[in-house]
Every structure is written in C-alpha cells, then in structure tokens.
Nanobody, 120 residues
Framework: QVQLVESGGGLVQPGGSLRLSCAASGSIFRINAMGWYRQVPGKQRELVASITSSGRTNYADSVKGRFTISRDNAKNVAYLQMNSLKPEDTAVYYC??????????????WGKGTLVTVSS
C-alpha cells in the first residue's frame, strides 16, 4: 500500500507565504510525476503544479511566478512553495503522485488534503 500525507496548510494573510509538503510512504518502487491540485466547494479540482521525476515542471497560469513545486526523490517528498498568496488561493490542496509499487503496479495516489486559507 501507498500513502500520501500533506502538511503545511493553515491561515495566512494576503501577500504571505506557505510551504506545503507531501510525503509518500509504503510499498514504493518508483514515483513518477507528482502534482498539487486544489479544490474549493462547488468547483472542480484543478491542477496547480506538477513535476516529473526528472524535474520538469508545469504550472497553472494563475500561480505562475508565485508558486514553485519541487521534490526530493531520495525522501519521496514533494513541496509547494506558495508566495504572494491571494484570497483566491484559498482551497483544500491535494497531493497526487503517479506511483509504481513494489509489485510493479501503476497507481494514481491522492492525499487527504490540507486547507489553505488566505484572509486578513
């Protein structure tokens, strides 16, 4: 089994920063792409940023220049550094990972989410 656990969410004022972490654990052979998504009530979950195993990144237009995704392959951890936060960034942020387990099965894994609230 594979687990993803997010941390680092919380309340921050507009213009502030937060860093989210996503730790993967379990029967992992290889982690391929990792990504961060977010969702607000009544809306679809949307991609915020993704990163391949080789470090190639992709960002939603709404966060380009403000958010940075990174990963530590040795620790099976992904990060999302969020700067210049805006109230519209308020959402539950979910970590996603494309994982090959030790039985060489591919799986699409999700964390339970961490709430980010941007408000004064």
């Amino acid at each position: 089994q594979v687990q993803l656990v997010e941390s680092g969410g919380g309340l921050v004022q507009p213009g502030g920063s937060l860093r989210l972490s996503c730790a993967a654990s379990g029967s992992i052979f290889r982690i391929n792409a990792m990504g961060w998504y977010r969702q607000v009530p009544g809306k679809q979950r949307e991609l915020v940023a993704s990163i391949t195993s080789s470090g190639r990144t992709n960002y939603a237009d709404s966060v380009k220049g403000r958010f940075t995704i990174s990963r530590d392959n040795a620790k099976n951890v992904a990060y999302l550094q969020m700067n210049s936060l805006k109230p519209e960034d308020t959402a539950v942020y979910y970590c996603n990972a494309q994982i090959t387990d030790t039985y060489f099965r591919g799986m699409d894994s999700w964390g339970k989410g961490t709430l980010v609230t941007v408000s004064s």
